[in-house]
């Protein structure tokens, strides 16, 4: 799983993926729509590129709640 962040001066929005190929599908669109001055589609969120000042790429391990105690 992937978490990405996306930072405003404001705001900071995250959202989660389940594979790197999503991540990475969603890094090149990122890059395109802010590249073209579109605005950004992130999750369901829709950002001014001219706000955003960093995205970040996290991975993150899955919580298994199945353990038993």
Do not use: C
């Amino acid at each position: 799983m992937v978490k990405i962040t996306l930072w405003t001066d404001t705001h900071r929005v995250e959202i989660v993926v389940n594979t790197d190929s999503e991540a990475l599908e969603l890094q090149r669109k990122i890059r395109s729509q802010m590249s073209n001055g579109h605005t950004v589609l992130f999750g369901d969120n829709l950002v001014n590129p001219k706000y955003i000042r960093l995205v970040g790429f996290e991975r993150v391990q899955e919580v298994n709640n199945d353990s038993k105690i």
